[in-house]
T-cell receptor
Framework: DAGVIQSPRHEVTEMGQEVTLRCKPI?????LFWYRQTMMRGLELLIY????????DSGMPEDRFSAKMPNASFSTLKIQPSEPRDSAVYFC????????????FGPGTRLLVL | GENVEQHPSTLSVQEGDSAVIKCTYS??????FPWYKQELGKRPQLIID?????GEKKDQRIAVTLNKTAKHFSLHITETQPEDSAVYFC?????????FGAGTRLTVKP
């Protein structure tokens, strides 16, 4: 199994640009999570999908952030427009069950907004 | 909402010694407590977890204890090795919400 796949691994963009992060969960996993990690705020859960349906998006910082999961094998996290304070590592994780099950993290996308 | 506090923020031990990291949580309804290890530049990886119906769980050199009354749980690493050096995160979960501690940077000196 390839594990959780994220792309791109690194992204450098200018303020105001749209950023799209991609995630492919482990096959057979029913839940997908997007996290953001920064030095200041640590690891934060942004949004959680179960069976492709967003269950809890209370962690999404503001309307500039949106996430979709059109099918069981693909999810996107979009930031539009991006701002320098969005610079962080964004992790995608998946689990076979719900939040209370073992989550497997992807390698992360390191985003830098100039 | 849930609030998770983790201590210490940094911990340095000699190889072979034990290391203990403690977390407290605020919401008594939290029922799942995983611990993650994150090496520099890499993804968090689950190392052990415990559910609220269990007081202790052990996996080789790693153990986790949970005190529901006091609302705290701890990670214990025995016979530490240099490869245990990493940042460790605790987390508490309830109702689709996972909250993480701020992390502990563990350094094991050879």
């Amino acid at each position: 199994d390839a594990g959780v796949i994220q792309s791109p691994r690194h992204e450098v963009t200018e303020m105001g640009q749209e950023v799209t992060l991609r995630c492919k969960p482990i096959s057979g996993h029913n839940s997908l999570f997007w996290y953001r990690q920064t030095m200041m705020r640590g690891l934060e859960l942004l949004i959680y999908f179960n069976n492709n349906v967003p269950i809890d998006d209370s962690g999404m910082p503001e309307d500039r952030f949106s996430a979709k999961m059109p099918n069981a094998s693909f999810s996107t996290l979009k930031i539009q427009p991006s701002e320098p304070r969005d610079s962080a590592v964004y992790f995608c994780a998946s689990s076979i069950g719900t939040v209370g099950e073992t989550q497997y993290f992807g390698p992360g996308t390191r985003l830098l907004v100039l | 909402g849930e609030n998770v506090e983790q201590h210490p923020s940094t911990l340095s031990v000699q190889e072979g010694d034990s290391a203990v990291i403690k977390c407290t949580y605020s919401d008594s309804a939290s029922n799942y407590f995983p611990w993650y290890k994150q090496e520099l530049g890499k993804r968090p990886q689950l190392i052990i977890d415990i559910r609220s119906n269990v007081g202790e769980k052990k996996d080789q050199r790693i153990a986790v204890t949970l005190n529901k009354t006091a609302k705290h749980f701890s990670l214990h690493i025995t016979e530490t090795q240099p490869e245990d050096s990493a940042v460790y995160f605790c987390a508490a979960y309830r109702d689709n919400d996972m909250r993480f501690g701020a992390g502990t940077r563990l350094t094991v000196k050879p």
